[in-house]
């Protein structure tokens, strides 16, 4: 490790550059003029890059923080790009010193913290290749520590910005893979298997505090990251059992509604041209509303019907026609339909006795005169569909709220380029 | 132990452990060889800059699952860019041995038996495979180093200012195999593995 030295005069363009690193840092890159330095040779020029961008970080060269108890440094800044198909998917790592426990990466990926720390104990079995994952049949596995970690992804970077100190000999448009693998279930960290100038493993796991520990502007995470670990909402538990509660109460609310609805009693049923000019019905409660249904099993063809309904008092409480058409096509997923079988009319009644129904047809189609018409009344009837759409939408809201966890981890492996038919 | 004096200013001499052969006087800064029973004075033991450590001597540190291990000797080798520190001691079983420190790599290492020293054609060089006692390692570091300070007592002696080769081969599951190459033709083969630092911790 060295120390000596707190800074030195950039070569090219003589502009005032600390050196954070330690003994291993091999290139020092200027963020002022892009020049690559040679941290072992005097820091002679090994080339320049000319328009180089700094990705948007809130982290900064020289920032100090706790990372596990130990304090780290950034010393470097790295930013990468990876293209496919027309996407581009930007990240940017840090580079993080400490004397006594060395380096490690601090990355910043879609607002999201991760850490990222190099392996020594490698997993058994051959380092896994990029080439090595699109020849497996199947899901490529490694155990490591106890724990069987599941390919994930495959990624080729390049990369785009440099600025700082690294122990490696850094390149604008420099490129590499990476293959990660991740635990099932709940683990929260992830291997890489890093196929570059060199060949590595590391494990990088969520470090969502880093803004916090070095001092840096909060970052606002952008989606669900694969690395982060699920955190019910508060009051996920009050919610879920308040949701339950309502889609009981409101299943046990329509059951009674059904059960106190009165019975359903058929006032005709036969051809449309002989409904009898007249039918009454009785009405005994008058706390709920009274439905008169018609139904026609028509198919490409439509009827009216004109009705005239008179209360136990005399007075005309509807003089109105009813449709019913139905038409349909297509087949399979161009299947259509249009209209519908079933017409009604649903009157709140006033006064209890009997009430008279005038009903003849109106106009209607040859073929659909030649279908048998039902004509059914109903008292007391309630309104159990609203509570049973009621109960559905709570039942709904219950199951988002229970599944959280299930849909964060399926969130999780989204990105992962392994098909089912990889699977296969 | 056997107390002795310094044959430099002859200020009493810690006890010698069993297994000294270098100690360094704490008085005149002096390096002390024993030699047959006699001590011989072998230069400065050489200035040890403050840098933050992991290991000190004397004080017990957990080394992960391989137990707590007290340092009684420390050698610090400069390789140019910087510094690595090398720390001899024991387990809680006596068991002595070496644990290198540099920049958060920690590497626990014994003396490889003579028998299971690996032929090596030619000088090391990266990406040269050797094998040591059935297991392969490939060559992943090789540079000068030149011992510049020592502290504490050490198993064998330590010339301050010698420069010699020194290699680093790695193995499976995070096994190392290190080479120390002197311009005499003389060598010395270690072996053991690599520790993570966050798992070297004080012993409470």
Redo the contacts between chains.
């Keep these: 490790m060295t120390g000596h030295v707190s800074s030195i005069n950039c070569t090219n363009c003589g502009a005032g550059l600390e050196v954070l690193g330690g003994g291993r840092v091999t290139t020092q890159v200027c963020g002022y003029c892009g020049a690559r330095l040679d941290a072992n040779d005097a820091y002679r020029v090994l080339s320049v890059h000319a328009a180089m961008y700094r990705p948007d970080t809130p982290f900064k060269l020289g920032m100090k923080g706790l990372v596990d108890g130990v304090e780290h440094t950034i010393i470097g800044i790295a930013g990468y790009v990876e293209r496919w198909q027309g996407s581009e998917w930007y990240w940017v790592d840090h580079m993080l010193y400490s004397p006594t426990h060395g380096y490690a990466w601090l990355t910043l990926e879609d607002g999201h913290t991760l850490l990222t720390r190099k392996v020594r104990d490698w997993p058994r079995g051959p380092f896994l290749t990029s080439r090595e994952v699109e020849r497996a049949e199947t899901r490529p596995t490694r155990e490591w520590r106890g724990k069987t970690y599941v390919y994930y992804a495959t990624s080729s970077w390049i990369l785009d910005y440099v600025e700082g100190e690294f122990t490696w000999r850094p390149e604008k448009g420099q490129r590499g893979t990476a293959v990660s693998l991740m635990p099932k279930g709940k683990a929260s960290d992830m291997l890489t298997f890093a196929d570059g100038e060199e060949r590595e493993i590391e494990v990088t796991r969520y470090f969502p505090e880093a803004t916090a520990i070095f001092g840096a502007a909060p970052s606002a995470p952008r989606g669900v990251h694969p690395l982060q670990p699920y955190v019910p909402k508060e009051g996920k538990r009050f919610y879920g059992l308040w949701f339950a509660a309502m889609t009981v109460a409101a299943l046990v609310l329509a059951m009674l509604v059904a059960v106190t609805s009165g019975e359903r009693i058929t006032l005709y049923e036969g051809q449309p041209e002989t409904i009898p000019p007249e039918m009454t019905f009785d009405v005994s409660r008058v706390s709920r509303p009274v439905r008169l249904e018609l139904f026609q099993n028509l198919a490409q063809t439509w009827a009216e019907y004109e009705m005239s309904l008179t209360d136990p008092v005399g007075t005309r409480i509807a003089e109105t026609g009813r449709g019913i058409s139905y038409y349909y096509g297509g087949s399979g997923e161009d299947a259509w339909s249009e209209g519908s079988r079933y017409s009604s009319l649903t009157f709140q009644p006033t006064v209890p006795g009997t009430y008279v129904l005038l009903m003849e047809p109106g106009e209607v189609q040859p073929l659909a005169g030649r279908v048998p018409l039902r004509l059914t009344v109903q008292e007391g009837r309630g309104r159990a569909l609203w509570l049973l759409i009621a109960a559905g939408a709570f039942a709904m809201a219950f199951l988002w709220t229970l599944s959280s966890g299930w849909r964060h981890r399926s969130a999780r492996w989204k990105g992962s380029d392994w098909t089912e038919e990889d699977d296969d | 132990m056997t107390e002795r004096t310094c044959p430099n200013c002859g200020a009493a001499l810690p006890p010698l452990l069993a297994h000294a052969r270098m100690v360094n006087c704490e008085f005149c800064g002096s390096s002390v060889v024993l030699e047959d029973e006699a001590l011989r004075v072998a230069g400065k033991a050489g200035v040890m800059a403050d ?4 290991i000190s001597i004397g004080t017990p540190v957990r080394l992960g699952d391989a137990g707590v291990f007290t340092a009684t000797g420390h050698v610090r080798y400069d ?6 520190d090398e720390y001899h001691g024991t387990l809680e079983d006596g068991a002595a041995l070496w644990v290198s ?5 920690v590497a626990m290492q014994r003396p490889v038996d003579r028998a299971n020293w690996p032929r090596m054609q030619g000088p090391p060089r990266i990406g040269r495979q050797v094998t040591s006692a059935g297991i392969d390692y490939t060559c992943s570091e090789v540079d000068n180093a030149t011992a510049v300070a020592f502290r504490g007592q050490l198993p064998e002696e330590i010339v301050l200012g010698e420069v010699h080769l020194y290699a680093n081969f790695s193995g ?3 096994a190392i195999l290190s080479a120390e190459l002197w311009g005499d033709g003389e060598s010395a083969w270690f072996t053991g ?2 520790i ?3 798992d070297v911790e004080p012993e409470t």
């Design positions: 840098a933050p450590e992991l390789y140019g860019r910087g510094h690595w420190v540099d920049e958060g790599d499976p599951r995070g593995v690599w993570d630092p966050y």
